[in-house]
């Protein structure tokens, strides 16, 4: 059974019949409990390797985070033959599991067609039934001991449909082939071959006091990060700027796959970490992404304390309001507030209320455009400064500035502070209009 974070949380369980995972969602999860009724729901069949998947799914359908919540061995129980119990709407299982055990039943009460019918799932009352028992309070993986908010922030793996589960992170032995590797090799990383020139080509002049940049660090970082970054551009469409002259140079958008591309690489719709490896290998400096998950609130065009002026009064105001929000610095400071369909009216009725206090930046504090730079973008300006969450305590560092992080220093960082961006959105709240 794994415990999946997609548009709401639910349960999968999943159980062999004749070498598949037949499968049922279950919203509030199974109970040991005998008194209580889940309502579950007849999905497709799995294939037999997603049975120890734990990771996150690209955005889309079904996408989010997954923890592998039970496992273990079961038996069919009064109806020796599953397939055909299944089909006739009622199943009885004994269950072996870490968290499950004994008898439960799933019962058919509705079809739907499409094979995705209406289900009942109970626990019978056996030695193994307990009063009251709740999944939620059993939140961690049997695989790895870890929380889903804990997978989400530094995930193994990520569900490809097409080649099934792909490798999040890069082996010790792929990071040493990087150190080794020369003009016109060969990189085996994440599961794909790349290739890859001069390496140590110059792609980001340096600030003072410091080395430059080269495209073997840029690998580095890329390959480092993936597990974070990808969680944030799966599932959409990259836009990326090309600087082949370093970023001293001018920029070229790019929007699709180039002839050169490697034939795995269909499509800037980014479902695995080598596609980002690869936008790296081919000096594309910044990754730009569709704001399509977040109402982005762009704080530019103004100096830097009045930027932060405005963002630590936007902090307050989410606290008041205890709407989720995160920022982020990038060549200024952004906030993204997670949100679907359109927020703009929403976040300019919140700039109007912030206006109240300070009239003198009445004007600033701009949507997002359509596109924005990702989570952990690259960005094309001396040093190599990156695209940085922020912690809203970081607000007051007197050391926060714009190119306070940089690709050498922001694997070293917290774990994903972007990570609730991810979170399915709640509604945002009404906000009273400014008194005059």
Do not use: C, N
């Amino acid at each position: 059974m794994q415990r999946h974070r997609a548009t709401r949380l639910h349960y999968d369980f999943r159980l062999e019949i004749d070498g598949v995972l037949v499968s049922w969602a279950v919203p509030k999860g199974p109970s040991l409990d005998p008194k209580v009724r889940r309502a579950a729901f007849h999905v497709e069949d799995h294939p037999m390797d997603y049975v120890d998947f734990e990771g996150v799914i690209p955005g889309g359908y079904g996408g989010g985070d997954v923890i592998v919540w039970d496992a273990g061995t079961w038996e069919p129980y009064k109806d020796p033959d599953p397939a055909a119990a299944v089909a006739a709407g009622e199943l009885h299982a004994r269950l072996h599991g870490e968290k499950l055990r004994g008898t439960f039943v799933l019962i058919r009460t509705r079809r739907q067609g499409s094979g995705k019918d209406d289900w009942l799932m109970l626990h019978k009352r056996d030695e193994h039934a307990v009063d009251g028992w709740d999944p939620e309070e059993h939140p961690r993986s049997v695989l790895s001991g870890r929380t889903s908010d804990e997978v989400l922030a530094d995930p193994d793996r990520l569900w490809d449909s097409k080649t099934g589960a792909r490798p999040l992170k890069a082996s010790r032995e792929e990071l040493r082939e990087l150190d080794r590797l020369r003009d016109g090799d060969t990189w085996h990383v994440f599961g794909r071959d790349l290739r890859v020139s001069d390496p140590d080509k110059v792609l980001f002049p340096p600030l003072p006091g410091q080395q430059p940049v080269t495209r073997r660090e840029l690998l580095r970082y890329t390959t480092r990060m993936a597990p974070i970054i990808l969680p944030h551009v799966a599932g959409r469409a990259l836009a990326l700027r090309r600087f082949p002259r370093g970023a001293g140079g001018t920029g070229s958008w790019q929007r699709r796959p180039p002839r050169t591309a490697p034939p795995w690489l269909t499509s800037l719709t980014v479902t695995e970490a080598a596609a980002l490896v690869w936008a790296a290998g081919v000096d594309a400096l910044e990754w730009h992404v569709p704001a399509t998950t977040a109402a982005v609130i762009e704080l530019g065009g103004l100096p830097w304390a009045d930027q932060l002026t405005l963002a630590r009064l936007h902090r307050t105001a989410f606290e008041h309001l205890g709407v989720t929000a995160r920022a982020k610095v990038s060549r200024h400071i952004e906030i993204w507030v997670p949100a679907t369909g359109d927020a703009t009216g929403w976040t300019a009725a919140l700039a109007r209320s912030i206006a109240a206090v300070v009239p003198e930046l009445a004007h600033h504090g701009t949507p997002g455009g359509p596109v924005v730079l990702a989570p952990y973008s690259p960005i094309a300006a001396p040093g190599a400064p990156v695209s940085t969450p922020i912690g809203w305590d970081e607000l007051d560092d007197p050391a926060l500035t714009p190119d306070a992080f940089t690709i050498r220093t922001v694997p070293d960082r917290r774990a994903d502070l972007f990570s609730a961006v991810l979170d399915p959105p709640r509604a945002l709240p009404a906000l009273d209009a400014p008194s005059q």
